[in-house]
RNA sequence: GGAAGGGUGGCCGAGUGGUCCAAGGCGACGGUUUGCUAAACCGUUGUACGGGCUAAUACCCGUACCGGGGGUUCAAAUCCCCCCCUCUCCGCCA
């Protein structure tokens, strides 16, 4: 959520700010609004000042003995005004609220502005491998060595899901490990594991709701929601908490599996996993003072390209540009991994500063040294996603004999095997 | 699913209708003392919103906030109703 406040202040900046985001949020609105709210406030507070004095009068006359039946019987009217203007203030405010719960973040000045087309690659790793064969998709080394099976897993859930066999499995749960261990060990980051059933107020502090409702599995009944990352838990971990500075930054790394709809992707990438509605990922999320925000943008960039480079993949990092960004995101770099079966760079992860968007929702602040408190600003990288880090691995290290060659990094997490067959 | 307790400021914890501007403690900050640290003593110490005055997030005034919502009352942390959360015990299940 931005900042009333700010938006006040700064009306012609916003406005360009939502412009660059391809967001209709109408802000005229809601300063409308805020405008008549402003002024029935100023109203009802000067009478609830009256009334506050004449109670206070009232008590001391009363014991003194004296009668106060006719003044209590004006101030009985008096107090059903104050109680009809505080009705009309608390319908505007909750109309306020509700605009500005829809209401994008607004872009850091150093995105680029424009759509998809206007991405920018910043960096590029390693090489595409040469292949002196035909390498396979994913989904035909998957079937051939038996280690994902698409048919089963649809006929217990549904297309759209996986059921990892063998050495497939195996494979998922050493990556796991891999990124956990090299996150905690190597980065400093403290590992969580949280509920992957969360409620509406945690769903609203990152940002998910209400705006992406459609692509979220939810329990109507119990009013849960199945968490699309870890990132929701894990940032809301806080919400309504006060830091003192001395915690801050706070480094967090956590395993989950992530459940999206993918609601108006039907049809996109259907053959394989690179699109599923389960799958598992290893999430990283910052609690950072709001100086530092973008100096910990960078280096939570740096964490999550490590695992890349040390399975050895080539990938490269796109700085999104404004019209592609997510809604709560103010600047955002995309790392893509290449596989060559497919003949794509596949995203692995969203690296995003969401400055205070995200803690003003949730109401995480921090007490300064000198007594202060203010709004966090969070950061999330995904340190990596699984599926497509899986289906890179197929593609980039199958060998012509049909089996796959297991990135040196990985082989301690399993078992010691160097191939996949 | 049943029964009982609890939810108060950064934290702990008192508070059964007006004097609550929420006691007291801890912590934090400032000061005195001190070779340094500690201790002791003195003082300060919430958040949000609105308004005034501004260079100002400084200062002044007001309002609201004691889990959330509603009610009673001239007046609610306090009384009543509903809900949420939490904890203990019982039952059921793993």
Request: glycine fraction near 6%; charged fraction near 30%; charge should be neutral.
């Amino acid at each position: 959520m931005l900042d009333l406040k700010f938006i006040r202040d700064n009306v012609g900046k916003v406005k360009e700010g939502l412009k660059k985001k391809n967001s209709k949020a109408d802000i005229d609105e809601i300063l409308q609004l805020d405008e008549g709210k402003r002024g029935l406030l100023k109203e009802v507070e000067v009478m609830k000042a009256d009334r506050n004095r004449i109670s206070k009068e009232l008590g001391i006359s009363k014991a003194k003995g004296e009668d106060i039946s006719q003044k209590s019987a004006e101030m009985k009217v008096f107090s059903q005004k104050i109680k009809d203007i505080d009705l009309k203030v608390e319908e505007i405010t909750q109309r306020i609220t509700a605009l500005m719960l829809s209401v994008p973040n607004i872009p850091n000045e150093a995105v680029p502005v424009g759509s998809e087309a206007n991405n920018k690659t910043v960096m590029e790793w390693g090489k595409k491998r040469n292949f002196n064969f035909n390498p396979l998709s994913h989904w035909e080394l998957c079937e051939k060595l038996d280690i994902v099976d698409f048919k089963r897993a649809a006929k217990i859930s549904g297309a759209g899901f996986v059921v990892f066999k063998g050495k497939g499995a195996l494979l998922e749960r050493a990556l796991v490990n891999f990124m956990l261990d090299v996150h905690i060990r190597e980065h400093g980051y403290k590992e969580v594991i949280p509920p992957f059933l969360v409620n509406e107020a945690s769903m609203t502090g990152t940002g998910q709701l209400p705006n992406l409702k459609e692509d979220m599995y939810s329990i109507d009944k119990e009013s849960l929601y199945l968490i699309p990352t870890a990132e929701v838990p894990v940032t809301n971990l806080y919400a309504g908490e006060i830091f003192s500075e001395e915690q801050l930054p706070l480094y967090h790394v956590s395993f989950s599996a992530c459940f999206r709809k993918e609601a108006g992707s039907y049809g996109k990438d259907t053959r394989g996993m690179k699109r599923v509605h389960q799958f598992d990922k290893v999430e990283l999320v910052k609690f950072v003072l709001p100086e530092k925000s973008y100096e910990e943008h960078e280096k939570l960039l740096n964490n999550a390209e490590i695992i890349l480079q040390k399975l050895g993949f080539h990938y490269r990092v796109r700085l999104l540009a404004s019209g592609d960004m997510s809604f709560a995101a103010a600047k955002c770099y995309d790392i893509e991994v290449y596989s060559p079966g497919c003949n794509e760079y596949l995203e692995v992860s969203s690296c995003s500063n969401f400055e205070d968007f995200q803690a003003r929702r949730a109401n995480i602040r921090y007490r300064a040294r000198s007594g202060k408190t203010a709004y966090v600003h969070t950061l999330n990288a995904s340190g990596v996603a699984l599926p497509r880090t899986f289906i890179a691995i197929l593609e980039n290290c199958q060998t012509e004999d049909g089996k796959i060659a297991v990135p040196e990094a990985l082989q301690p997490y399993m078992g010691g095997i160097a191939y996949i067959d």
